[in-house]
């Protein structure tokens, strides 16, 4: 567990809440077809009224983070989610490491990165599957 990193992400909406809900729907789907087998989970939940989203990524480790990225970045399904929604802020619960950053360096990354949370204890039960 101490390895495991949790990545939470709030978006700003600019199109209609459906709209965010098809583009993540579809994001999901290829990640979880296609992307890094070290993404663990992948969920995502809208706040139609405050026009907001949220982001639940759970990953193995660090490096399944960049992976994660360096796969799915130039999918089409990412282009639809960052065209209905802005990333606002990012919050690292684990390991922000030195590759990390760096992948954040060499990017266009503009949102908020919040880190220096370390895993201090807990549990996780086995996952189920969220969509049909």
Not at 79 to 85: E, K, T
């Amino acid at each position: 567990m101490e390895q495991r990193l949790t990545i939470l992400n709030s978006y700003r909406l600019n199109a209609p809440p459906e709209h965010f809900a098809r583009a993540i729907d579809a994001l999901a789907r290829r990640v979880e077809a296609e992307g890094d087998p070290g993404v663990l989970s992948y969920r995502f939940f809208v706040h139609a009224s405050e026009g907001t989203a949220r982001g639940v990524i759970d990953y193995v480790n660090a490096a399944a983070w960049i992976g994660h990225h360096d796969i799915a970045m130039g999918w089409p399904e990412m282009s639809g989610l960052h065209s209905v929604a802005s990333l606002t802020d990012i919050v690292f619960l684990g390991a922000m490491t030195s590759e990390i950053q760096a992948w954040i360096d060499r990017s266009t990354l503009t949102a908020r990165i919040r880190c220096g949370y370390a895993f201090a204890g807990g549990f996780q039960r086995r996952s189920e599957r969220w969509h049909d």
